[in-house]
C-alpha cells in the first residue's frame, strides 16, 4: 500500500511563486509516474502536470505551461510541483496522483490519491 502526501498549500499574492510537494511512503512499486491535479469546488479535476520517475520526464497542461515546473528528489520519494505568477483562478485544492493506467491527465487514469492542499491566492 502507497500513502502519498501534499504539502506546502499556501494563502498568496497574485503573482508569487509557490511549490508544493508530494512525498510517497510504503509500497511506492507502482510510482512510475506521479501528477498533479487541481480542482475547484464544483468543477472537474484538471490535471497541472506528470513526471516519469525513472527518466524524470516531464510532462505539463496546456493551461499552465511555461509556468510550472514539475521535477523530483529521488531519495525523498518526492515530487515537487513549482508554480510562478499565480492568479486568483488558480485557488484550488491541489492533489497527486501515482500509479497512471491510461492518460495522464485524466483523474480516473490514476490508482492512488493524496488528501490535497489548498492553495488560496488573493488579488
Known amino acids: 500500500h502507497m500513502e502519498l502526501v501534499e504539502s506546502g498549500g499556501d494563502s498568496v499574492q497574485a503573482g508569487t511563486s509557490l511549490t508544493l510537494s508530494c512525498t510517497a511512503t510504503?509500497?511506492?512499486?507502482?510510482?512510475?509516474?506521479v501528477a498533479w491535479f487541481r480542482q475547484a469546488p464544483g468543477k472537474q479535476r484538471e490535471g497541472v502536470a506528470a513526471?516519469?520517475?525513472?527518466?524524470?520526464?516531464?510532462v505539463y497542461g496546456a493551461s499552465v505551461k511555461g509556468r510550472v515546473t514539475i521535477s523530483q528528489d529521488t531519495e525523498k520519494n518526492t515530487v515537487y510541483l513549482q508554480m510562478e505568477s499565480l492568479t486568483p483562478e488558480e485557488s484550488d485544492m491541489y492533489y497527486c496522483?501515482?500509479?497512471?493506467?491510461?492518460?495522464?491527465?485524466?483523474?480516473?487514469?490514476?490508482?492512488?490519491w493524496g488528501q490535497g492542499t489548498q492553495v488560496t491566492v488573493s488579488s
Open positions: 496522483a501515482a500509479g497512471l493506467r491510461g492518460n495522464w491527465d485524466r483523474p480516473q487514469a490514476w490508482k492512488s
Open positions: 510504503g509500497d511506492t512499486s507502482s510510482r512510475n509516474l
Open positions: 513526471l516519469f520517475i525513472s527518466r524524470s520526464r516531464p
